[in-house]
């Protein structure tokens, strides 16, 4: 599921969006909030300015790719080994589990 997930460092506009912005964390959650993200992002150019200018979206809120972020060795095990080995995420109480093991 996650596994097609773009690295850090990719520059995406969102749908609606005037402004870039660079994917700076993947399969997050904002606090406060029950949903499992994609991505969190900054705007590009100016990066992390301040924590509560970070943006939270999925992928199907990528309206158009500009530039994807580096992949070396490193980022292609952390794909292998983390990214792919996740399945359907959800937030209980505060707690990211996997769907089908929180489901009655």
């Not at 606090?31 to 992390?48: K, S």
């Not at 509560?52 to 080994?81: P, S, W």
Request: glycine fraction near 12%; aromatic fraction near 10%.
């Amino acid at each position: 599921m996650y596994g097609d997930l773009l690295p850090c460092g990719s520059v995406v506009k969102l749908s609606g969006g005037e402004r870039y912005v660079m994917i700076c964390g993947r399969v997050v959650f904002a606090a406060g909030d029950d949903h499992v993200y994609d991505y969190t992002g900054c705007l590009y150019p100016e990066g992390i300015a301040a924590e509560d200018k970070m943006l939270f979206f999925d992928r199907d809120g990528i309206e158009r790719i500009l530039f994807v972020g580096f992949q070396d060795r490193q980022e292609l095990e952390y794909r292998t080994q983390i990214l792919d080995r996740l399945g359907p995420l959800s937030v209980v109480d505060g707690e990211i589990r996997d769907v089908l093991c929180t489901r009655a």
